[in-house]
């Protein structure tokens, strides 16, 4: 079977995906200067605000579907 240089072609290409992913969490550039404390309540409220609106789309499509 040929399958030539295809283990390469994979490895380049993992390599390619996982850039960047080495790095610390506080070394990261949305990271930069923030204590793990205040990523977390940044991280907090992010999630509360996603919960919220998907919380909001669900209430509206009951809604609208009733």
């Known amino acids: 079977m040929a399958r030539g240089n295809q283990r390469d072609a994979a490895r380049e290409k993992?390599?390619?995906k996982d850039k960047g992913k080495?790095?610390?969490a506080n070394e990261q550039?949305?990271?930069k200067g923030?204590?793990?404390e205040q990523r977390m309540a940044r991280d907090a409220q992010i999630m509360r605000e996603k919960q919220e609106a998907k919380k909001a789309a669900?209430?509206?499509?009951a809604a609208g579907g009733k």
């Open 29 to 31: 550039d949305a990271n």
């Open 34 to 36: 923030m204590s793990k």
């Open 58 to 61: 669900a209430e509206a499509a």
């Open 14 to 16: 993992a390599a390619k």
């Open 22 to 24: 080495s790095k610390a």
